[in-house]
């Protein structure tokens, strides 16, 4: 008998030992898991444009800095005492979790490098904001473990933007998404709206630290995760039962907010991030292409890009209303002063194809002269929220292309998510009509002759304006001492050659 007891016992601890260490197992890969997609997120920022320029410095501290793939050798006691050190109110604690997150800051120096040197730009002007709300300013670190400070970030799930909001929850403090705009690629809107969200998430749960987990994985996971543990109302009290992402969402922010503080006693320096801070906000009037500003400016398009994340399509669509533009603080006058040449310049060009989509953000319906309609099979799985992000939509955009009246749609169906630009063929004249037609002009120019002056119009070009009176652009524009042919004003006055 007591030999059968005996061993029903080693059964039972042999059972429970494995299961043990089946679920550290599992646990240690999902924690893994996370922590890829945390390095993911890191690897696609060391690809933005002023990221990349830096690397490319060799003088950079980008360009000398190596990522410590042994990870960090401090003694716990040592990283224990430096995060006790830190005054906050967020509810801060020193753990296993806790240190590979610190680890993970301070192993990956050229990352948090970069990271250093974007918050130079960013945090600045994000505390501000955030103190007006009330919100801890150390909880603009979020951004780094939501997108590593990269406004264009993009997950699988849709969240965009440098604090990763959901399309319902941008809507919800009030971040507009359509076919120009996504006001969550805004730092500056998307800033104040997770502020504002935060503030709100902490009046649920009267704890940052719980606050902090709904950020993530919304407020009723936290809920749930409260009754299961039977009222706990810490987030260390309720870890276990949250969402295995979220157990190592909040470590992951402390082990940010560890690089952020002591940086340097690990040789982690600020890069030199060429974001320029000197700038200024002007309400642009009319519609523009960022590609318009960079040709008359001058300005490198990628910049333009930088300061102005929200314009999807590099279209400012100020058709009915103004949007703002920012700019160096120097390059306000030019604009200023050149405003109506930038509009003109190729004007063609950069809104016909978009005609299509102009009509359907002024809400005019959609033309079918010289546009394509472009679509999509929806596969199995898919819904019109990531249909839409896919295609740079909203879904109520979306819906209102494929006249729609719920979200339900079925795999296989065909939906319009967009149009193309088909350039109008040009007329061919009858081959025994050229010569005539060139008669014709000659007699016309013999009774009549050129005007005096060209008054520009809207949209017009130097060289349209040119062959309208037989000349090339080069000749009418050295004609009116012009050495510049993409700068035209409204309502300038161009003097005709007679010969």
Not at 42 to 54: A, G, I, P, S, T
Not at 56 to 74: F, H, I, P, Q
């Amino acid at each position: 008998m007591k030999r059968n007891i005996l061993l029903l016992f080693i059964i039972i601890s042999t059972f429970l030992q494995n299961s043990h260490a089946q679920r550290d197992s599992t646990t240690t890969s999902e924690d893994n898991t996370y922590q890829d997609m945390l390095i993911k997120d890191m690897d696609k920022m060391l690809d933005l444009w002023y990221v990349k320029k830096e690397i490319a410095n060799s003088n950079s501290v980008l360009s000398k800095m190596e990522d410590d793939t042994l990870g960090v050798e401090e003694n716990d006691s040592i990283i224990a005492l430096e995060l006790k050190r830190i005054s906050s109110v967020i509810p801060i604690v020193y753990n296993q979790r806790v240190k590979k997150m610190v680890n993970l800051y301070l192993s990956r120096k050229r990352s948090s490098s970069a990271i250093l040197g974007m918050a130079q730009y960013y945090y600045p002007w994000m505390k501000e904001i955030f103190d007006k709300y009330d919100v801890p300013e150390e909880l603009v670190y979020l951004t780094i473990i939501e997108s590593s400070l990269n406004p264009q970030a993009v997950s699988r799930a849709g969240a965009t933007g440098i604090w990763q909001f959901m399309y319902t929850t941008g809507k919800m403090y009030d971040l507009s998404v359509n076919t120009f705009i996504d006001d969550r690629r805004d730092p500056v809107k998307a800033t104040d709206a997770a502020a504002r969200h935060l503030k709100d998430l902490y009046n649920m749960f009267n704890d940052w630290g719980l606050a902090i987990a709904a950020y993530n994985c919304g407020p009723g996971n936290v809920r749930k995760a409260i009754q299961r543990s039977g009222g706990k109302t810490t987030f260390w009290g309720i870890i276990n039962y949250l969402p295995r992402e979220t157990q190592n969402y909040f470590p992951a922010f402390i082990g940010a907010y560890f690089m952020m503080e002591y940086h340097n006693q690990y040789g982690i320096r600020p890069a030199k991030i060429s974001i320029p801070t000197a700038v200024d906000t002007i309400m642009v009037t009319k519609e523009l292409h960022l590609e318009q500003i960079s040709h008359v400016l001058k300005i490198d398009l990628q910049e333009l890009k930088t300061l102005n994340p929200q314009y999807k399509r590099n279209v400012i669509p100020a058709f009915s209303e103004s949007y703002p533009l920012k700019l160096r603080t120097k390059d306000i006058p030019r604009f200023i002063e050149l405003q109506d040449s930038i509009h003109n310049y190729d004007y063609d060009t950069y809104f016909a194809p978009v005609k299509a989509y102009v009509n359907v953000f002024t809400g005019a319906g959609t033309s079918s002269d010289n546009t394509k309609k472009k679509y999509h099979t929806v596969k199995s799985g898919e819904t019109l929220s990531k249909i839409a992000t896919k295609y740079g939509l909203s879904v109520e955009e979306l819906k209102k292309m494929n006249h729609l009246t719920n979200n339900y749609i079925q795999p296989k169906k065909r939906l319009i998510v967009g149009y193309e630009y088909v350039a109008p063929a040009p007329a061919k004249a009858p081959a025994d009509s050229t010569k005539a037609a060139v008669e014709s002009t000659e007699i016309v120019k013999e009774q009549t002759g050129r005007p005096e002056y060209h008054t520009v119009q809207k949209g017009e070009s130097m060289y349209g304006i040119a062959t309208k009176y037989g000349l090339t652009a080069k000749r009418l524009a050295e004609y009116n001492n012009i050495t510049n042919m993409n700068v035209l004003k409204v309502g300038q006055k161009l003097k005709i050659p007679k010969d």
